[in-house]
Structure formats: C-alpha cells, structure tokens
C-alpha cells in the first residue's frame, strides 16, 4: 500500500520521504526535526520552565506536607503529600518529552526558582500554606491552558501532555479552594 499515489491528499507525506527522514540525525531523540510542526528550540525552552514549575511544586507541597500542624491538619498533610507525588509524577512526564524533543532536561537547583512560574512559599500556618498552594494551582492552570493553545496542532505529543497535567491541575485547585473554604469558613466565591 501505498500512502501517497492519490495526489489529492497532499497532507499525506511521501512514505519514503518518512523513512528518510525518520533515519537521520538518530542522536536527536524521538522527534525528527523536519516532521515537527513547531520550533523545538522553543518547545524545549517553554518545557524547562514547565519543569522547574513543577520542581518547585514538589518542593513546597514537601515541605508542607511536613510543616503542617494544628487540629485537622491531618488531611491536609496527607493532601499536600499527594500532590507532591503528583507533580513530580508531572516534572518526570515533561523531563521525558524534553529529552524526546532532542534537549536536555534542566534540573539545577541553583535556577530553579527564577526559572519556574510558581513560587516557593513555605507559609506561616496551615490557612497560609493552604493559600499558596492555591494560588500557585491557578497560576498552574492559567500557564497550561496557554500552553496547550500554544502547541494546537504543531506538537499535539505535547499539547495532549499539557492537557493530562491540566486536569490534574484543576483537581489541586479544587482540592487547595476546597480546604480553604472548610477552615476559614467562605463559602460562595468558588467560581
Ligand atoms: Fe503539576
Ligand atoms: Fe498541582
């Protein structure tokens, strides 16, 4: 069979011109450069900060998961744990599409928070911690619904990523409104 005898489906490539392509430059990853919608160069930069903003995640729903402490903070604790895990189950699935885009995934501590969206706040109490991790949920939410407009049809590999984490994203953000509300008692102001 042959993908490319009817020459009205001029989006179908030449199989040939697939295979030729498909077998240089074997060191570049995954990703054959000529096939790829986009810029890698740019996707590569765009997801090392992805990366980081996930990295720093990990880091402040650790620590928070430690900090914590008062009456009932014993769900929240095990809420900040499970989030941790969940975004560095993120920061492993960005790293993976990173390296298959032909980059290295950047994991220096020593830029990681210039190079990240979200903040590392440690909080003074549970309410404080509980605000931050919120805020950094939305702006999570607001950077993968950009990102994900971003990629479109040039790189849906990575668009489709971006919209797996952005579900998740939009439960933490629940999770961290929902907390929220049961200790300081505000309801109403979800939506
Ligand atoms: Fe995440
Ligand atoms: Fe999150």
């Known amino acids: 069979m042959s993908l490319n005898n009817d020459t009205s489906t001029p989006f179908l490539s030449d199989i040939t011109a697939l295979r030729d392509n498909a077998r240089?430059?074997?060191?570049?990853?995954?990703?054959?450069?000529?096939?790829?919608?986009?810029?890698?160069?740019?996707?590569i930069e765009i997801l090392q900060s992805v990366l980081a903003t996930e990295l720093v995640c990990v880091l402040r729903y650790t620590q928070h998961s430690i900090a914590a402490a008062g009456i009932n903070s014993g769900a929240v604790k095990a809420e900040f744990a499970e989030h941790a895990r969940e975004e560095q189950e993120h920061a492993q699935w960005v790293a993976?599409?990173?390296?298959?885009?032909?980059?290295?995934?950047?994991?220096?501590?020593?830029?990681?928070?210039?190079?990240?969206?979200?903040q590392f706040a440690p909080g003074k109490n549970?309410?404080?911690?509980?605000?931050?991790?919120?805020?950094?949920?939305?702006?999570?939410?607001?950077?993968?619904?950009?990102?994900?407009?971003y990629f479109g049809d040039n790189d849906p590999t990575t668009r489709v990523l971006m919209e797996r984490i952005l579900k998740v994203e939009e439960e933490h953000a629940d999770d961290m409104h929902d907390f929220l509300v049961a200790h300081e008692g505000q309801p109403g102001d979800k939506h």
């Open 96 to 118: 993976e599409r990173i390296t298959q885009l032909g980059g290295t995934p950047d994991f220096n501590p020593d830029t990681l928070t210039s190079r990240s969206a979200s």
């Open 126 to 149: 549970l309410v404080d911690m509980i605000k931050e991790n919120l805020i950094a949920e939305r702006i999570a939410v607001a950077h993968y619904q950009e990102l994900i407009r």
């Open 24 to 43: 240089k430059s074997l060191g570049d990853g995954a990703v054959v450069a000529e096939s790829y919608g986009g810029d890698p160069e740019k996707a």
